[in-house]
């Protein structure tokens, strides 16, 4: 497990024991990147807004919101293992697609990482989740556990958004599990350039462009002195 790429996790339960073992479990795990423990379901629904993860270990019953509350929030949705003392909520919680269900107190290591290796198998199928179209006319990316269908000449920009990639067209700004590299490398180079480590755009989409700096609707994108020269060749041969 540890030749592949570390799966960002947090955890969040509202019991302080639960959150030291599973940190303790998670430190020792080298498949696992530790992001943070909460406490509070509200302040990791508010986290993981602005900061997605590959797995989310979630208690069921807490104050304020519970796990299965706190994963209608999410989309897309990470890894989820639930971690609950109640074999109840069980039928419920397959219900929203979860990868495991960890009966507290989690007395074997093996049994974590059982769970571990079942989201790190999910995490490996998502990063497959660009698909070439043979028409080059559009591509298929995977949300959730759709493909959905992405005509070329709608994609004004894509953006690099920590684990996930950003996807705006006009209709709606979409967050896609997979990697900027691997959209880049489907998509035609004579339509789409990387102008900077987290931004490819659609050169027809530019409306303008600066010394540091290119507009595309009313977003202002930055270019990296390393990706100028090809952008502006680009821009000469349209």
Same mark, same amino acid.
């Given at each position: ?7 960002? =996790? ?60 706190? !994963?209608?929030?999410? *989309? ?5 293992? !639930?971690? *609950? *003392? ?36 999910? =995490?490996?199928?998502?990063? *497959? ?25 709608? !994609? ?63 977003? !202002? ?18």
């Amino acid at each position: 497990m540890s030749a592949e790429p570390k799966l960002s =996790c947090i955890v969040v339960d509202d019991d302080a024991m639960t959150l030291k073992i599973f940190e303790s479990l998670v430190q020792k795990t080298d498949a696992l990147q530790w992001k943070g423990s909460f406490h509070d379901p509200v302040a990791a629904t508010n986290y993981l807004q602005q900061h997605p993860v590959d797995i989310l270990f979630v208690d069921v019953e807490m104050p304020t919101m519970t796990g299965l509350e706190l !994963i209608k929030t999410l *989309s897309p949705k990470p890894q989820i293992i !639930i971690i *609950s *003392s109640k074999k109840e909520y069980a039928l419920d919680a397959f219900e929203y697609e979860v990868t495991d269900y960890l009966l507290k107190p989690v007395a074997s290591y093996a049994r974590f990482l059982q769970a571990v290796q079942r989201a790190q198998t999910k =995490c490996q199928q998502k990063h *497959s989740s660009v698909v070439a179209s043979a028409s080059s006319e559009h591509i298929y990316l995977k949300i959730d556990s759709l493909l959905v269908k992405f005509d070329l000449k709608d !994609i004004h920009w894509i953006e690099a958004f920590g684990d996930y990639v950003r996807v705006k067209t006009p209709q709606k700004l979409y967050t896609v599990y997979a990697t900027l590299k691997s959209v880049e490398e489907t998509l035609p180079p004579n339509q789409f350039l990387r102008v900077h480590r987290s931004f490819i755009i659609q050169v027809g989409k530019i409306t303008n462009i600066d010394q540091g700096n290119l507009q595309i609707d009313d977003k !202002i994108i930055p270019v990296s002195q390393s990706y100028r020269k090809k952008l502006m060749d680009s821009i000469t041969t349209l």
